[in-house]
């Protein structure tokens, strides 16, 4: 029977373990009010890209208006005083060198100048402090990035504990790997991981750039961070992927997934031997390791150099004559 087959040969095979990761921004914002209101404008709406600064939403600034103009009332009458006093201190300085007033007519002017001077720098603070506290009202976005969830309505009375939105920059993201802490002798800077979908495809292959030196108690887990550069439309933040944590990578026969056959649970494969004149099919039993592609890493049972038999094996049983085609 003709037969294709593949001579067995050495590949770099990883040893690896697979663990679930968050993807998180290294800047992500929860916008909370400073001030208790009612909302009255909403600007923006869920999955929206926002601009730094960009006002996002509008607390009912009315009465915060009023204060400003009341304590802007308040500065202007400190300043009028303080004018005032200047010219008085100027007129009681004048009648004082001329002899017309007394020493302590002057003194007294001048503390009234002082305290005026006083008031109305206060009175500017004071202003300076409502007019920022008025800026309070209109919510803006931190930096650029991506508007999370507004549970939020126009009218709603929100206060200081209200989560209004997010914003996420969805740039600069880094997966977070919880390894257990009977691998930490293992963990390193630079330790290769691999992030992979739900069915094992590569994403991105990335590299350990932090390795915390805390365990957490409630997984006892050592937390590991690594960049990810992937475009956006990969991944969003606080998404979960499989990890692949690469511990090393060694030299190890490999042989095509086609070749594979199984009976009762134990895997199989097919030896195109010699045997006189010919070739004949020789059943052998491996021990497999991971997937690398389409192929099999194998941990026991061949050696570099044979012939694995790769087509028709479901026709073959052991001993048949076969021609290697390949």
């Known amino acids: 029977m003709p037969v294709s087959t593949?001579?067995?040969?050495?590949?770099p095979v990883p040893r690896l373990d697979e663990y679930v990761a968050t993807v998180k921004s290294r800047r992500s914002a929860s916008i909370k009010p400073q001030v208790d209101g009612s909302l009255t404008r909403i600007l923006i709406r869920s999955g929206d890209h926002?601009?730094?600064?960009?006002v996002l939403m509008i607390i009912d600034p009315l009465k915060q208006q009023a204060t400003v103009d009341q304590q802007r009332s308040t500065e202007a009458q400190k300043k009028a005083t303080y004018d005032y006093n200047a010219l008085e201190v100027v007129r009681q300085r004048k009648l004082f060198e001329e002899g017309v007033t007394s020493k302590q007519s002057l003194?007294?002017?001048e503390q009234a100048y002082e305290n005026s001077k006083a008031d109305w720098e206060a009175a500017q603070a004071a202003s300076a402090t409502e007019r920022r506290q008025l800026d309070y009202y209109h919510l803006t976005a931190p930096f650029a990035g991506i508007v999370g969830d507004v549970p939020v309505h126009i009218g709603d009375y929100v206060s200081q504990q209200t989560l209004l939105t997010t914003v996420d920059e969805n740039t600069d993201l880094e997966a977070y790997v919880y390894i257990p802490t009977e691998k930490a002798s293992d963990i390193r800077m630079g330790l290769p991981i691999e992030v992979v979908t739900s069915t094992g495809d590569l994403i991105e292959s990335t590299k350990v750039n932090f390795i915390s030196q805390q365990v957490d108690n409630a997984i006892q887990g050592i937390l590991v961070k690594a960049p990810i550069h992937s475009s956006l439309d990969k991944f969003r933040h606080a998404q979960l992927v499989k990890a692949r944590v690469?511990?090393?990578?060694?030299?190890?026969?490999?042989i095509p997934v086609l070749a594979v056959t199984r009976i009762g649970g134990q895997s199989?494969?097919?030896i195109a031997a010699q045997d006189g004149q010919g070739s004949v099919a020789k059943q052998r039993a491996v021990t497999l390791g991971d997937t690398i592609?389409?192929?099999?890493?194998?941990q026991g049972g061949l050696q570099p150099g044979e012939k694995v038999i790769t087509s028709g094996i479901q026709f073959l049983?052991?001993?048949?004559?076969?021609?290697?085609?390949s």
Do not use: H
């Open 6 to 11: 593949q001579t067995v040969s050495l590949a």
């Open 268 to 270: 199989f494969v097919y």
């Open 246 to 254: 690469v511990w090393s990578t060694a030299p190890a026969p490999t």
């Open 317 to 325: 049983i052991d001993g048949s004559p076969v021609k290697p085609l």
């Open 50 to 54: 926002v601009r730094a600064g960009q």
């Open 293 to 298: 592609g389409n192929n099999y890493a194998v």
């Open 107 to 109: 003194d007294i002017e």
